[in-house]
Each structure stands twice: as C-alpha cells, then as structure tokens.
C-alpha cells in the first residue's frame, strides 16, 4: 500500500507498505483523507525529533475497515476522524478527564507497519498519510457521514488544538478580548474558537496581508501585519494572547501584551532546546503563561462536538481546505504549506 515515509534523509511516497491486522482494543481505519500539518514538516527538518523511519501524517480521517477483540463503540463501515492520543483511560490523568496528560500517550511509538520486511514507526500514534493504519480504539472517533472527509479529516489536529486552546486551556469568556499571532491552520482555530467563545475584540496577527480575509472570515475583529499596533486596539492589552508561530521572539510579544490577569497560551512549536524570555517583573499582576498539549481536548468528547457545530454552521471546516492533493503530490503539498501558501492542504487516497 501507498503511504508517506520519512527514513531520516529522504522523504518519499512509498508503495510497498504493509499494516498489520488490529489486536485487542485496536482499529484499522481505512484514509480518506489528511491534513499536511507543519508537526509532519517538523519532523523532516529536525524540529521535532523521532525515530525513523516513519510513516508521517497524524490529521486524518477514513473508514473502519476491522475492530480488535473488545472494541464496540465502531464498526466496519464507521466513518471515523482519529486523534492523536493513545491514551490507557485507566490512569489518574485520564480519571481527571486530562487523557493530553496520560503518560501512555507521550513517546512511545508503535511500529505497526513494515517495508521490504523491516519494522517502520508510527507517527503520533497515528500516521495518517498511509492507506490503511491501526490506532488504539480510544482514538477512532465516530462520525456523521454526511461530513466531508476532507473537512473532517482537521478535526483531528488543528481543531482540536486551536479551539480546544480557547475553549480547554484558556477557558476565554464572554466579552473577553483575543489576540491571535499567527493565522496558519492553528491560528484560524484559534480565531474562530473565540469567536464561538463569544470574545468581543478578537486581533489576527500575521505578516502575510494577504490573509486577511479568511482571518476575518474565521473571526477576527481585527487585522494587524504587526503586534505593534495591538496597543492601539486593546490599550490595556489583551485577555488572551495566543502565540501560534513557534518563534520565540513571538512568544515574547505575546507576554507583552497582555492586561492584568492575562494569559499568553503557547501554540507553536520552537526547536525543542529553544528558550523564551520575558520580565519577570511584568507578570506580578497575576498574569500566566500556559502550555497547552493538543488543546487539552477530550477527543471523544471534543470531535463529537466540534463535528455537531460544522453540521449547525457554527464551525467552519470546508473554508479550511485550501487545495486537495493526490498522495502522489505530496511534494507539492509540502511546498506550499510552508510557502504559506494554503490554510490546509489535504491529502487524499
């Protein structure tokens, strides 16, 4: 079978895959359709480091081709959208309803898949830029099927991440002011996370002016190609800075603008040694800087929801899509994500 690998210098569409049957508790999930996510590209350039060689992908969404022993929430024939978090749902964390927090979920690969007889790694529990992959059941999110798989397939990384930030993580309320740095596919969530959050000035930060009008079209009150005019906007600062980049110059300005009590919640992902500074001095009037693992979601509550929200027109999805692209063609799509040149580019089998 076909599927995207990465074996530590070169990366290449393969078709001599093969996937194993699912074991107990597991799915295979036949893929309709993934989203290029810059996580995938920052495993090619070193960013985020993983062992090879792996099958990429982890924004996917397909069909449930066979369950494991013990596995009855899906069926063969489900229309599925996956997470990324094999969490157990046995220890403490997943008690709380924290399951981003289970450490069963962080850096343990799996190696379902082989090429030429050789074991291949799985990419955040997932892979999604294969055919056919097993995940853990509590990944396997059911689906209404008259949801597009190309649209569903983002609920599964950018949605969860960027609205799940403001919804989870920074709890944003009514009225409460929004400052975005960054309008990529997480961005975008973020913007119209706050505005299903009901937050009244909403600011879109971002260099590129020309993406002005899907930041607007996404939620943003406001469009700015520097923070430096955020201050003219929101005089105090803001309630909420999200930083949605991965720079750590960015990461700054977002302290910096906050208000009293406001909070900088960090999106983006630095090379993993990178280290941010700030005034020590300008966060004694109860401001916080948050991490927020996969926007403290609960997938099985939270793809649910957000996938009711598409069908009610509350959530947008399909505008997300900027260009499909037969497996084929990944080189291509990976050119334009990080041109900047799409919101979302989704591959498709």
């Given at each position: ?35 290029l996510c810059h996580s995938d590209l920052s495993v090619v350039d070193g960013t985020i480091p993983f062992p090879v060689p792996v099958v990429l992908g982890h924004e996917g969404a397909g069909v449930v081709e066979a369950v494991g022993v013990g596995v009855t929430h899906v069926a063969p024939g489900d229309h599925v959208a996956l997470s990324t978090l094999a969490n157990c749902g046995t220890c403490a964390e997943c008690d709380r309803g924290r399951p981003t927090m289970c450490r069963q979920a962080i850096g343990r690969p799996g ?239």
């Amino acid at each position: 079978m076909r599927g995207v690998v990465f074996d530590g210098e070169q990366l290449q569409v393969v078709d001599d895959l093969e996937v194993r049957e699912p074991g107990p508790g597991e799915v295979l999930v036949a893929i309709s359709a993934a989203g290029l996510c810059h996580s995938d590209l920052s495993v090619v350039d070193g960013t985020i480091p993983f062992p090879v060689p792996v099958v990429l992908g982890h924004e996917g969404a397909g069909v449930v081709e066979a369950v494991g022993v013990g596995v009855t929430h899906v069926a063969p024939g489900d229309h599925v959208a996956l997470s990324t978090l094999a969490n157990c749902g046995t220890c403490a964390e997943c008690d709380r309803g924290r399951p981003t927090m289970c450490r069963q979920a962080i850096g343990r690969p799996g190696k379902p898949f082989t090429r030429g007889g050789q074991p291949v790694y799985q990419f955040a529990s997932n892979s999604a830029f294969a055919e056919r992959t097993v995940v853990k059941a509590v990944q396997a999110v059911r689906i209404p099927k008259d949801i597009p798989m190309s649209s569903a397939a983002l609920i599964g990384c950018g949605v969860l991440t960027g609205v799940g930030a403001v919804l989870n993580r920074a709890r944003v309320g009514l009225g409460e002011s929004v400052v975005v740095i960054g309008t990529g596919g997480i961005g975008l969530n973020v913007l119209q996370g706050a505005r299903i959050a009901g937050a009244l000035t909403i600011v879109a930060v971002d260099a590129n002016p020309g993406k002005e009008a899907v930041a607007r079209e996404f939620g943003a009150t406001h469009f700015l190609t520097s923070a430096e005019g955020v201050r003219e906007i929101l005089p105090n600062g803001a309630d909420h800075a999200f930083e949605c980049v991965g720079r750590v110059e960015l990461i700054r300005q977002a302290v910096d603008l906050l208000d009293r009590h406001g909070q900088a919640v960090l999106l983006g992902v630095p090379p993993a040694t990178a280290e941010a500074s700030f005034l020590v001095s300008s966060m004694y009037l109860d401001k916080s800087i948050l991490g927020c693992r996969y926007g403290s979601s609960r997938p099985q509550r939270d793809i649910a929801l957000y996938a009711q929200l598409y069908r009610e027109g509350r959530l947008l999805l399909d505008e997300l899509v900027t260009e499909t692209y037969p497996v084929e063609d990944f080189e291509k799509a990976a050119e334009d994500a990080e041109a900047g040149r799409v919101a979302r580019g989704v591959l498709t089998f």
